[in-house]
């Protein structure tokens, strides 16, 4: 059993930033990949950005220059570093994380809102 919890969102104004935290626990033998999704009202979940094991990243082109993921495998926890944020980056935050013998699970969401 393992469980991913996110945190670190919440309200800021246009321009301003956010570090977003997911940390997974429980029995973890190997994390691959992991990753950050978000949802908007009336929207399909999209991806936001994702990162290997060793550090290869991607991220959708609508946030590139402006979001930076990255991960600390020794904590199993993967953040989001947002600048520069705008109100159409206004989503449910959520992470994922592709497990050895367990799969893909996903946290529980955290809400970012991005308004003067």
């Known amino acids: 059993q393992v469980q991913l919890v996110e945190s670190g969102g919440g309200l800021v104004q246009p321009g301003g930033s956010l570090r977003l935290s997911c940390a997974a626990s429980?029995?973890?033998?190997?994390?691959?990949?992991m990753g950050w999704y978000r949802q908007a009202p009336g929207k399909q979940r999209e991806l936001v950005a994702t990162?290997?094991?060793?550090?290869?990243?991607n991220y959708a082109e609508s946030v590139k220059g402006r979001f930076t993921i990255s991960r600390d495998n020794a904590k199993n926890t993967v953040y989001l570093e947002m600048n520069s944020l705008k109100p159409e980056d206004t989503a449910v935050y959520s992470c994922?994380?592709?497990?050895?013998?367990?799969?893909?699970?996903w946290g529980q969401g955290t809400q970012v809102t991005v308004s003067s």
């Open positions: 429980g029995s973890i033998f190997i994390i691959y990949s």
């Open positions: 994922n994380a592709n497990f050895d013998r367990l799969g893909i699970k």
């Open positions: 990162i290997t094991k060793v550090g290869f990243t």
